[in-house]
């Protein structure tokens, strides 16, 4: 009834060789019934470790040795499981591990290295076969041979990219009760985890245990917090990180995080601080991705420096960068809010040519400023540029179209648009109507 001398008992199993075989092999639902009913209940990796043999027990297929001993037994309950027989657990997914992998595994009869296990750990984790690396692991302790730091840190990875953070602990703390030390990299790999999942205390807790236990932080715990502190908007401790980095050494070389500090300080109106980080972005000679790029065209165009995100917007170019539609959307609408319509509407044309679709927000701040002006030759004309570049079916575009002759009381031409929608297959919504009757009575 010992737990351990059942695990050890069942280790020495998979080698042994003649009648004793057969003999515990006779009824091995009692046996498995036993050793389920006390893992249920033992230490904290003990749920996967009971899953892994429960799995095993049922999936199973019969050993060629089995199969000689036992003809003509067709009762698949009764096969013994796949570690009996020392070999991987199956998986009932399409997904398999590396060739590489199963190249290295030993064939049925022989017995399976550590570094097998770990290979087959890790291709399981990159193939997505989480369950399937919980059973390989729990397989790899319950025949005496230790999962490395590697197998380690890839299965918590992977759980805590999809969520599974308490099964990640569970892990991680089983990882220590065995005697294997987490490295920076283990520490941070659960971090992003609970991190990612909003579990701000627990990863409080585990930059405690980090600190108490001497282990420091290297330029990817630092990147993994900036991220989680720019992307919940906490100001201050991310200007208290950066502080940090910065006495202890550590430059920011991450385009990504880069672009979620200047976005984050761009939104709450502390234009040094933007400006500030941009300055440090050149100065520290960063490659610029094309988020970032939007970042800075967007920072410029919302702080009326027009010239220069038209400059970012040229450099991006020239360094090979093909802008999308954002990097468009921010420069069009920075000459809008800035009066500059000519330029607007030539950056607006280029966009269409590059076979951009444009935001209808855009679309309403040009013809908006056309409308202002009177210049309803050019409303029409940029709107027939659209319908030939494809853009037919865009009841949005025909709505904004009668808000605007309606607003400057050119009716004729707002109900000329309602006749086109209909002729083009599109119901005006009621909105549509709404807007038509409103400037009827405001004229």
Known sequence: RDLGDALNGLSKLRSVMGALVFIDLRAPQVSMGFLLQHLGSYCCGSSHKALAYSGGFKHSGRSSMLARTRNNNENAASS???FCNNRAPTTQSNSFPTADAMNSFPKDGEEISRESYNNLVRSYCEAGELDSSMKTVALMEASGKQPSNSSYNYLIGALGSVGRTLE??????????WGVQPSVTTYNLLLRGLLRKGLLQLADCLLLEMQERGIRRN???YKVLLEAYAHAGRLADCWELLVEMKKKGFKVKSSYVYSKLVGLYRDNGMWNKAMSLIREIQENGVLLDRRMYNCVIDTFG????????????????LEGIVPDVMAWNCLIRSYCKAGKLDKALEYFTAMLEAGMYPDPKIFIDIISGL???GQWDWIRKNFENLKNKGFRKSGILYAVLVDI?????NFESADDCVAAMKAEGLQPSPSVFCVLANAYAQQ
Do not use: C, H, N, S
């Not at 919302?302 to 170019?317: I, L």
């Not at 002759?405 to 009381?409: I, V």
């Open 219 to 221: 330029w990817e715990t």
């Open 302 to 317: 919302k702080f009326a420096m027009v010239d220069e995100a038209a400059e970012t917007f040229t450099k991006m170019r």
């Open 405 to 409: 002759y309606g607003q400057y009381g």
């Open 168 to 177: 990640a602990d569970a892990i991680f703390q089983e990882m220590k009760l």
């Open 80 to 82: 013994p499981p796949d």
């Open 371 to 373: 409308g202002e002006q």
